[in-house]
């Protein structure tokens, strides 16, 4: 059973309208008078993270990617609870304790509870994290809001997550260590977008962090909302660093539009709307359903894959 | 490391007094009008549940520890996200959603979303589960507020799950089917005391529920509140199918006293304190630290290990 078909068995018991049918972010539940927005996310050790790499940006980005879903929903972390198998490596933990401080402090998000277990023997490294934050407002982004028409948006680089994955696992070289320090720090250190999050929660049609690769999270948008994402190629923004390594002809920018762990948001919104921070305007939705891409205004084939697949 | 020095480094992290420096079965955190209460526990493959077990009733107790941290609180649970593990086994996976099913419906308790994750080729099934609630007036029990001359009570019978363990594993065998269908129950389908909790949570001064063993747990509110909890093991409830089996000698007592998995709520109360259910005093708050045990009226030595410690 891949994990779509037990997601759909789960979806099945998930009725509540908070769950927005486990098709978001993040669940969005009424509390008071104000929405609690709360999502959950696992890494497995050589599944999402390698074995190799530094605890402390395993740590991080546990936090990260969990906090990025809250920026979705324009959502300010209230707390965090962790939940970690422990393997028996005293300085794996004690690293990925240092990595998890900075990132509390980083974020200012206290971790309030969780749960320590023992992985057994031969267990891997799985680690759990619940974020929770507080929405104002009586609409909370979801992805099923854009209509032929609306114009499609992200913030930020696109890409040199991908890029830095490529440098640390020793398939590129950068010519100079800024641009990789650059580039393996997007990777290896993303920082959620909270306060672009909550500057345009108010003011899009739909919202989502772009975590397994633009063109599979706008194929997502697209399904919800049943219009079809155009995206030009040409206008995907590649930071000074990326180019630098990868240049900007067409293949480079389908590695950053499939690549992945980018972590910025991808949103839609009406043509008129004004938004109030600096965005890369990246395609129109038109009628229709998936994702097309253009270039110099010619449509161009889709690649064989939009992003990163979870088996 | 040991998990409790793990605990210690991250309690160093969890200076936010909703986290209550990471000692009690939930983080309580003020919410609007009323208090969130939230929870996180992990259920590991061959640590925490057999390969051989029912993969639904698996999913029923992963609900259950959670929401018992919840009654411990006096919450009215909102809802749960989950983190899973898949191995590929698709027959586990169908049967853990019947039981999650069974649970969602027990305990009208929706899901809200989570995450899915493949646990790799070689990995255990790791589950994750957080379980929110909300719960009303000013003060929420923790395990620190128990004083000497207070009484110590608790919910329910003490030592099914553990009889229902020792048959599940052969090594104890009931005379009659309902007997065994008894405690095979108690052990497999624990049903968190959410009522009593909050029936209880105004009126305690301390209240946890019983996990890992009551005497260990009861050795936690000693170390909380700084007092010693005086346990008299003949006041233990013991129900009719557990001393049919392992009748109600000392030895069968102490198993009672140290299995763990009751789920039952274990609490304090001041001597005048007119509790609205029925419970079973079971022993005295006195000046000092620590468990001890009486029986009989004279005071009788602690077995080796209180309760489950974790690895």
Not at 119 to 132: I, M, N, Q, V
Not at 166 to 180: C, F, R, V, W
Not at 206 to 220: E, I, Q
Request: proline fraction near 5%.
């Amino acid at each position: 059973m891949t994990e779509l078909d037990f997601i759909d068995q789960l979806k099945a018991l998930a009725t509540h309208p908070a769950a927005r049918g486990l098709a978001d972010d993040a669940a969005v539940l009424p509390f008071g008078r104000h929405k609690l927005v709360m999502t959950h996310d696992m890494m497995v050790e050589d599944v999402h993270f390698l074995s190799s790499a530094d605890p402390a940006d395993v740590a991080w980005k546990l936090v990260a990617v969990n906090l990025s879903d809250l920026a979705a929903k324009g959502a300010k972390p209230l707390g965090m609870l962790m939940g970690y198998c422990q393997t028996g490596d005293d300085n794996w933990d004690t690293a990925f304790v240092r990595g998890l401080k900075e990132a509390i402090g980083h974020f200012c998000v206290p971790l309030l509870g969780g749960d320590t277990v023992s992985a057994g023997a031969d267990g891997k490294r799985t680690l759990a994290l619940t974020a929770f934050g507080e929405a104002k407002g009586h609409i909370i982004p979801a992805r099923c809001g854009a209509e032929p028409g609306h114009s499609i948006y992200v913030t930020g680089h696109i890409g040199d997550a991908w890029a830095g994955l490529q440098i640390a696992s020793g398939k590129a070289h950068a010519g100079d260590i800024e641009t990789s320090a650059a580039l393996l720090k997007a990777h290896n250190r993303p920082v959620p977008k909270l306060d672009d999050g909550r500057a345009l929660s108010s003011l899009v049609s739909t919202m989502m962090d772009v975590s397994d690769g633009l063109l599979l999270d706008a194929s997502r948008i697209a399904s919800a909302s049943g219009v079809n994402l155009e995206i030009d190629l040409d206008q995907l923004p590649l930071s000074q660093s990326f180019k630098t390594v990868f240049g900007e002809g067409e293949e480079a920018r389908m590695s950053a539009a499939t690549g992945g762990d980018d972590y910025q948001l991808l949103l839609t919104a009406s043509p008129e709307t004004v938004l109030p921070i600096n965005l890369s305007k990246i395609g129109k939705c038109r009628p229709g359903s998936g994702v097309s891409l253009v270039q110099k205004g010619e449509r161009i084939g889709l690649p064989e894959t939009l992003g990163f697949v979870h088996a």
